[in-house]
């Protein structure tokens, strides 16, 4: 039984330094944007959220991260930043309890 329980363990460490050795699989660069790279990876998520509202293809998933990297990079350029829309404003401002809201 010592046996087959040393050899079990002797086999699991085994695998798992083997497992660990392995290098990760790299992301496949789909195109590079003025030196940035868009991986597959990014446009097949991207193709995913796109096909929540309608259809879209490989091809518009791999536009609109394009555009928005040229935008993203242009606006670094211009040193532009995003401030908080209003509603996002409202939104993380401390609200009124419902009992209060009511009186």
Same mark, same amino acid.
Do not use: G, H, I, Y
């Given at each position: 039984m010592r046996l087959i329980l040393r050899s079990f363990f002797r086999t699991v460490s085994l695998l798992a330094l083997l497992l660990a050795a392995l290098p990760a699989h790299a992301q496949s660069i789909a195109v590079v944007v003025n030196g940035q790279a868009i991986t597959d990876y990014d446009v097949a998520q991207r193709q995913k959220l796109l096909s929540l509202g309608k259809g879209a293809s490989r091809k518009d998933a791999l536009e609109e991260l394009v555009e928005e990297q $040229? +935008?993203?990079?242009?606006? +670094?350029? $211009?040193? $532009? *930043?995003? *401030?908080? *829309? @209003?509603?996002? =404003?409202? +939104?993380? *401002? @401390? =609200? @009124?309890?419902? =009992?209060?809201?009511? +009186?």
């Open positions: $040229l +935008k993203f990079q242009e606006a +670094k350029k $211009l040193n $532009l *930043s995003v *401030s908080d *829309s @209003p509603t996002c =404003r409202r +939104k993380n *401002s @401390p =609200r @009124p309890s419902a =009992r209060a809201a009511w +009186k």
